[in-house]
DNA sequence: CTAAGTTGGTAAAACGTTTAATACAACGGT
DNA sequence: ACCGTTGTATTAAACGTTTTACCAACTTAG
């Protein structure tokens, strides 16, 4: 029952015969050892299947070889693994399995901000901070501890910060409305979520951009990413209400499938009198009827990417960032006009 | 850049006018204080917001606040996180917030069996290993350091271990049986996967006995895990070149996905010549043609079971465990019999 | 042949805790 | 008046590393 600690670096160095200071500068290749007592101390090491303690390690200051990982995507939702949202769960999964193969271990730390702070939150080696808010206290906390930090998409408070890779929204939004057009759509609707973070703030610039630039009136519309399928519902009749649009775009999965079963319970046919995409593919997308229109995104690509613009941070080399990489707007039933299928 | 540790236990030592080791035994209730240092001392903490290192804590052998969680279901898949398996991501979900909610953190450990050894993964509180293999060595590793653990899925290899959860597979695998037999169904087959884990084993085991009390000959099919839907279509054409069968019982809902299409591609109707159900939900089950009828998990219910049962066992307090938990068998189209309805 | 570098290594301090051993009162009992 | 107790708080050791300061033995230059 009593914890048995692993060998220590007393005993490499005992058996090795050196100083325990030998020991860690030959495996840590640091300080002015002959090649000669090097090798010898490292097959030592190896032999007795020695691993550096990461506590005693972290102790002193030194990378422990674990990494964090906040989701605020998910801090702020209610439940942090509904049914149906696999995008955030695929992120995790990609993320832990791809610093297992870099050799570090991943934890998941929900708001460190809170008080008490998560064990071990500010003795981690660095950060992946998803979809950062407005000023986040997340963000502000890293800061002020010196703790190196990378985010998936780009924090809309600090334009000059670079470490931050992301899905191409932009580009990919933009194909969307013009999949929109070519299919005959003059009013287009988007509907996002509240959250204040990149991915609303600048989803909206750019359809307002867009509008302008083919003279559509733009219309947004709001609904708490946490509402889910209800929200995107009760959007759907106030949408309906003020008039029924040529299309609409959702951000998440769930709001889209809300949304359809709205216009669905209004008579609004789809896609025969409006069509229907969202940015955000998962369950509900795939499996509706019809099937929505959605952008597959990757979260391996995308978890790859920071992992490297963190790990560079840590290196204290110079930001790579930042990176964009492109999800694939796949084409459903909800958005194919009979007339203008193939 | 520089990392900036927070206050220290000696600045709070300093602030109150006591020794250091004055400030532990007040936080940490031990030792022969008076109650009034005890609680000057504790108020100084308070407004400093001190918070013990853990990394410190740690290397005195003390607890860190951070439990591991290694998925040996997912260990075995090759893709950590492949679409449309949720059910694991959704343990690591509910598990990872729950724990938060008792002030731990918690890491996702991948075989830490595998050299080098994931960081930190020794230094950890408890873990929760889920279904475990037939002597599997992660929990050979777990006994010989002397980490308290628990399990999701009884170990196969210790009978009289207790520390484990699980949703009552084999009261819900009867259940089915008889929900087979009562539609009419004389002959059930089992799909089964490889992985040499409890479930396999017991539910196994529970469809012989089930036979033999009904006097029905069981049949048992294979397919990896891994294999997923691919496996579960080919395994469907072997059971109909051997015969084809009133009902079919899957482990996974991908396996019953690739079941489902392999009769179809055979021309066997389903539910109208064969039933179909799977002993897993999951997306593919919910929306396919037709939904196939499955065993709904809660993943919440048991992560919690499995919280206290490991804090009880690092508080060493007597095992309260197994616990079962009691998934719900859902019924739909794929053995719902026209003439049965209702 | 001595002063000044190199080379190759060691001893010891430091990181922030916890805990065992110890000190120092004040106090009661002979 | 002396001696164990008891009650409180302190000192110091320990956990396993990394790193700084130091040292001894050679080389080299003058």
């Given at each position: 029952m009593a914890r048995s600690k692993g060998v220590t670096i007393r005993d490499v160095a005992q058996r090795a015969g050196v100083s325990v200071a030998a020991v860690s500068m030959a495996l840590n290749d640091?300080?002015?050892?002959?090649a000669a007592t090097r090798l010898r101390i490292r097959a030592t090491a190896e032999e007795m299947e020695y691993q550096a303690d990461a506590l005693a390690r972290g102790l002193r200051g030194?990378?422990?070889?674990a990494i964090g990982l906040v989701m605020r995507s998910l801090d702020a939702l209610s439940e942090y693994a509904p049914p149906g949202v696999d995008l955030f769960t695929r992120y995790i999964g990609a993320a832990s399995a791809q610093a297992m193969d870099r050799g570090l271990s991943l934890m998941l730390v929900r708001?460190?901000?809170?008080?008490?702070?998560?064990?071990l939150a500010l003795s981690l080696d660095g950060y992946i901070v998803t979809m950062?808010?407005?000023?986040?206290p997340v963000i502000d906390l890293l800061e002020r501890r010196g703790i190196p930090y990378v985010t998936?998409?780009?924090?809309?408070?600090?334009?000059?910060?670079?470490d931050w890779a992301t899905e191409d929204e932009i580009s990919t939004f933009r194909r969307i409305y013009e999949h929109f057009a070519a299919a005959g759509a003059r009013s287009i609707v988007l509907l996002r979520g509240t959250d204040p973070n990149a991915w609303n703030i600048d989803s909206e610039a750019t359809y307002r951009a867009w509008c302008e630039s083919v003279g559509i009136t733009p219309r947004v519309y709001l609904s708490a990413e946490r509402a889910g399928e209800r929200g995107g519902e009760e959007v759907a009749q106030a949408i309906v209400d003020d008039e029924i649009p040529d299309a609409i775009l959702c951000h998440t999965g769930r709001q889209a499938a809300g949304v359809l079963t709205g216009l669905t319970a209004r008579g609004?046919?789809?896609?025969?009198r409006t069509l229907l995409a969202t940015a955000s593919d998962s369950e509900h997308t795939r499996h509706s009827r019809p099937a929505i229109s959605a952008v597959e995104l990757h979260a391996e690509e995308t978890t790859l990417a920071l992992l490297d613009l963190l790990q560079a941070r840590i290196a204290g080399e110079p930001s790579a960032g930042p990176i964009l990489t492109t999800g694939r707007f796949r084409v459903r039933a909800?958005?194919?006009?009979a007339h203008t299928s193939g």
């Open positions: 640091t300080g002015t050892l002959s030194s990378p422990v070889g708001d460190p901000t809170k008080r008490p702070t998560p064990p950062p808010h407005v000023d986040d998936l998409g780009r924090d809309p408070s600090r334009p000059d910060f670079t609004v046919a789809v896609p025969d909800s958005s194919r006009r």
